[in-house]
């Protein structure tokens, strides 16, 4: 008897031993996997065109792919290729233009996907000031923000009009472009967004003429990309299609409701101006789509096409760099 209740008394013992065990493993495989953190360098104060980034953070699709995305603007944006480069940010938004430059330099960013499929950047001038084309402004002073690129962009629409970029005089006004504009301090600005600050000087009370990038003799390009390292393609690429897949997600909600796109962009920042963003988005949301339907696209015949002009106009001294500027595979898989 005594061995009887010997035996029940272990088997009992075991067996609250092994439920401890299950109950501990239950415990562990419950607990939410560890977020992987990632960062994302901005190329400017958050705007609508950000705004499928933070739709992408607020509905938690960054969190759903087992990401924490901390999206911040840089002390000088300008250095985005540079951080990116050297790892010191996981992600940036810089120029097709400036990403050309940057690869000949050395710097081994990527382009990963496309955000804005056309240019946004133009010279704007004054309605007053009777400049409504490229010929207008010989001996006139042009405000820029000092990208190596804009010298080789309005060289190029001077030109298409007789002219070249000898004909104006640059100046470096930072990214002051409409101050500096409606102060007179210049006479036009090349670097504006004509989705934005034309909008910003509208609202202000300023008629402006806007003149068209690849109107006049620029080949289209992608205004805004999103780059990574190679390093960061190498060795991470599933954080990378992780990103690329919720930022998609969150640019299809953006393409698909645009002012309710902004308005999230409105929660998360309050300081937004929807007096130029909400008219702002309506202009842009177009361009963000692409004619096969996936969310950051490249053509290699753009990328091509515009490393030739940038050959051509004296900023490159070959276009073999667009080959390797850029890699399709992540918006593919993520569409």
Avoid at 163 to 175: R, S
Avoid at 234 to 251: H, L, N
Avoid at 297 to 310: G, H, L, V, Y
Wanted: aromatic content about 8%; some cysteine; hydrophobic content about 45%.
């Amino acid at each position: 008897m005594k061995n009887l209740a010997k035996r029940i008394a272990i088997l009992l013992s075991l067996l609250f031993l092994v439920g401890m065990l299950a109950s501990a493993c239950s415990s562990d495989s419950d607990e939410p996997e560890e977020l992987i953190d990632v960062s994302l360098a901005l190329d400017w104060f958050p705007w609508s065109n950000h705004s499928g980034l933070y739709v992408a953070q607020e509905r938690g699709y960054f969190e759903d792919e087992g990401l924490n995305v901390t999206i911040y603007v840089p002390g000088d944006p300008s250095t985005v290729l540079q951080t990116v480069g050297a790892g010191r940010d996981d992600f940036g938004i810089s120029y097709q233009p400036e990403l050309l430059i940057a690869r000949e330099a050395g710097i081994e960013a990527v382009s990963i996907m496309a955000m804005v499929q056309h240019p946004l950047n133009s010279v704007m001038a004054l309605a007053e000031s009777g400049i409504a084309e490229p010929k207008d402004l010989k001996g006139k002073k042009v405000g820029a923000p000092g990208l190596p690129s804009d010298e080789a962009l309005i060289d190029t629409m001077l030109r298409s009009q007789g002219l070249t970029i000898d004909d104006v005089e640059m100046v470096n006004v930072g990214f002051d472009l409409v101050p500096a504009l409606i102060s007179k301090n210049v006479d036009a600005i090349v670097g504006a967004y004509w989705v934005h600050e034309s909008i910003s000087a509208n609202n202000q009370g300023f008629d402006l003429n806007i003149m068209r990038m690849e109107e006049h003799g620029v080949p289209d390009f992608y205004e805004l990309v999103i780059v990574a390292s190679e390093e960061k393609i190498a060795d991470d690429p599933e954080v990378v299609k992780k990103f690329v897949k919720a930022v998609t997600r969150g640019y299809k909600d953006a393409i698909a409701d645009p002012l309710d796109a902004v308005a999230v962009l409105k929660s998360v920042k309050p300081e937004t101006d929807l007096e130029i963003e909400n008219p702002g988005v309506a202009l842009l949301a177009p361009l963000w789509a692409t004619d096969n339907g996936v969310f950051g696209w490249q053509e290699k015949s753009r990328w091509e096409e515009f490393a030739a002009w940038m050959v051509e106009s004296g900023r490159l001294t070959s276009a073999d760099a667009a080959a390797s500027a850029y890699d399709n595979s992540f918006v593919e898989d993520a569409n």
